[in-house]
């Protein structure tokens, strides 16, 4: 029988594969699909079984005696039936790293631009917020957290690809973002990489190690709030 599908590279590159093509201004749908789910490798690590398979096709469709067509018959419906169970599930099983990968990149921006622009910082929380910030230590860094979470948001609802994989939900027993479309039925929660703060928030029921969207509170915190 041909082999089973190789090749296949890390969801999370996958994912930004995807993610490059839209921002190089490719919009057919399907392509960025082949892209997130790596089919594009699946064609590339199949090419040493196509002549093997061509040879199968053509006798399979010939006029050969029955007998001469069964092993062939065998090895067209067993590659067949693996190929199409494993491309859905590795495309299920990829599904969580593949969202996170994307959803990751757009915190990572929005927490460079935070963590260097006082200005933009600022903008991304409310009035009251920012000041109360300002007045006390212990909530810089909660609020700073909150700016991560509006900015990415933001990044999220204006972008024409990411919105349609995306919901911003957060507030109170609420994941932070998620998934519509294809990511449909997924949950992000976006926190530090502090360990302590992951403990804090994987007894909650929409949170597990595997859709925690982390990030690195700057050092220079406490100077960042004016």
């Known amino acids: 029988s041909y082999p089973m599908i190789r090749g296949f590279k890390h969801g999370y590159e996958n994912g930004l594969d995807a993610y490059n093509a839209y921002e190089n201004g490719e919009r057919r749908i399907d392509v960025l699909m082949l892209l997130a789910l790596g089919v594009d490798d699946l064609i590339v690590s199949m090419a040493d079984d196509l002549n093997q398979l061509n040879k199968d096709k053509d006798i399979v469709f010939s ?7 069964i092993m062939p018959i065998i090895r067209l419906s ?3 039936t693996m ?10 099983v990829l599904r969580q790293p593949i969202a996170n990968s994307i959803l990751k990149r757009q915190v990572k921006i929005a927490n ?3 963590s260097t622009d ?6 991304a929380l409310t009035k009251n917020q920012y000041e ?8 810089k860094p909660v609020n700073f957290g909150t700016a991560v979470e509006n900015l990415t948001a933001e990044r999220v609802s204006k972008n024409q690809l990411l919105d349609k994989l995306f919901t911003h939900v957060g507030g109170p027993n609420n994941p932070d973002f998620v998934g519509r479309g294809i990511f449909s039925g997924l949950n992000f929660e976006v926190t530090t990489s502090n360990a302590n703060t992951i403990a804090r ?6 949170v597990t190690k595997n859709n925690i969207i982390k990030y690195d509170m700057p ?8």
């Open 132 to 139: 109360a910030a300002v007045k006390y230590n212990w909530l």
């Open 78 to 80: 067993t590659w067949a």
């Open 63 to 69: 006029n050969a005696p029955l007998k001469e067509r």
């Open 201 to 206: 928030h994987l007894p909650r029921p929409y």
């Open 112 to 114: 460079s631009q935070l």
């Open 118 to 123: 006082s200005i933009t910082l600022k903008n």
């Open 219 to 226: 050092k220079w915190i406490f100077n960042l709030f004016k």
């Open 83 to 92: 190929t199409a169970a494993t491309i859905v599930g590795i495309g299920q």
